[in-house]
């Protein structure tokens, strides 16, 4: 077979693989973003309280982050057909009972804490998958598609919350969920009788706990931890407090603000694309990569700080978000698929996640505590101390030989 046949083969695979993987994290993002879509419907129809409703996301976000610890690792050892499969259908049913639970504040934590571990059986196995069986020049591209995807989970949901009642916006997700793990599950089956999914023997090297471990801190884990902590408290805990920050600091209108966070998290949504097209043209170097967006991104944040006029203050943190999120981008795009050959694709990038889901939710809370206390200025300083430490983790240090 020539190498031009050969070539559109795997582009011909990477997309059927990686399409079905972007259609499956599309309902896992739209399912993730129903409750705050439908909250207003919730409070004003008496069901739960806001702080029910908050203490509802936190139960979920922190069975999440535990569910991509665990089932990272189980994702390396059971085939990812039966992980996703049986992920996104129990994901279904759990989130399905929510609705009818709702007004049980105590059934209704249960089950949106399994929702939360049950959609965390998708996103390490379904990497694992795609990294192991795309060519690696499109792996990255692959994991783009379902990037994408999770973007459009906000305003998919949305959507649906205009047009339906918010027990009708759950009965879709749910019956999304469903669906696709059925899907996937028959998908799967066909791509492996077709050789699109192959299977691969164990790494002997990760044979051991040790053993994988020190595999992983060949392939710089240890770095990119640090890159997923401080990535994820400015991709998730920043981009939260965005609105308040215009509203209060920068002395914009309520609707103002929102309509700038609108306006901002567009913008952002477009971070993953331009980070692999940048990596692409670094020669297929991540540390490279990681390093000028950490250096570009702490720029910005020195410019939040010195310039007070509040649109330039706005364009200046907007780039710095965009910048940190593109060395986020790097670490789940190119890293994680890039661990291909360890055998250990799903268990790093399910301890990667759940770094980056932990060190947000430890954030949140805290810059809630200290904003009082130090003003907006000094908390623009601890975004800004985050990136200067992202510039020296990214830095590609070389050990003296001996």
């Not at 992980?83 to 996104?88: H, K």
Request: aromatic share 12%; net charge positive.
């Amino acid at each position: 077979m020539s190498e031009t046949a050969e070539k559109k083969i795997a582009a011909r695979n990477a997309v059927m693989l990686g399409g079905m993987c972007a259609l499956a994290y599309l309902a896992v993002y739209v399912v993730r973003n129903v409750l705050s879509t439908v909250t207003p419907s919730i409070l004003s129809g008496g069901f739960m309280s806001t702080e029910q409703v908050g203490t509802l996301s936190s139960v979920f976000f922190i069975a999440y982050a535990v569910g991509q610890l665990i089932n990272g690792i189980i994702g390396d050892r059971i085939p990812a057909k039966f992980m996703l499969g049986a992920g996104l259908l129990m994901a279904g049913v759990s989130h399905l009972v929510l609705t009818v639970v709702l007004s049980a504040p105590l059934w209704a934590y249960v089950a949106y804490a399994a929702t939360g571990f049950f959609l965390s059986m998708v996103y390490g196995p379904m990497t694992k998958v795609v990294a192991e069986n795309v060519h690696p020049l499109y792996a990255p591209r692959c994991s783009l598609g379902y990037t994408f995807s999770s973007l459009l989970g906000s305003p998919a949901a949305g959507v649906l919350a205009m047009v339906l009642s918010w027990q009708g916006v759950f009965v879709v997700g749910s019956s999304a969920l469903v669906a696709m793990g059925v899907a996937v599950f028959v998908a799967f089956c066909l791509y492996e009788r077709h050789g699109i999914i192959r299977p691969r023997p164990p790494v002997k090297e990760t044979h051991t706990a040790v053993g994988g471990i020190k595999v992983l801190l060949r392939r710089h884990i240890v770095k990119f931890s640090l890159v997923s902590i401080i990535t994820g408290v400015i991709r998730t805990t920043v981009v939260f407090w965005l609105p308040t920050y215009l509203a209060q600091h920068l002395h914009y209108t309520e609707q103002q603000a929102s309509g700038i966070f609108s306006v901002a998290t567009l913008l952002i949504s477009f971070t993953a694309f331009v980070a692999v097209f940048a990596y692409e043209r670094l020669g297929h170097n991540m540390h490279v990569t990681v390093l000028l967006a950490f250096v570009l991104s702490a720029l910005c944040f020195a410019g939040v700080y010195f310039v007070p006029q509040p649109l330039v203050n706005t364009i200046l943190l907007v780039a710095a978000i965009f910048c940190s999120n593109c060395a986020a981008s790097i670490l789940w795009s190119c890293y994680c698929p890039s661990l291909w050959d360890t055998g250990m694709v799903s268990t790093a990038t399910g301890f990667l996640d759940f770094l980056s889901y932990m060190a947000a939710a430890a954030s949140s809370s805290l810059f809630a505590g200290v904003v009082d206390v130090i003003g907006w200025q000094g908390l623009i300083l601890i975004w800004l101390g985050l990136l200067v430490a992202g510039v020296l983790v990214a830095i590609p240090w070389r050990r003296k030989k001996i």
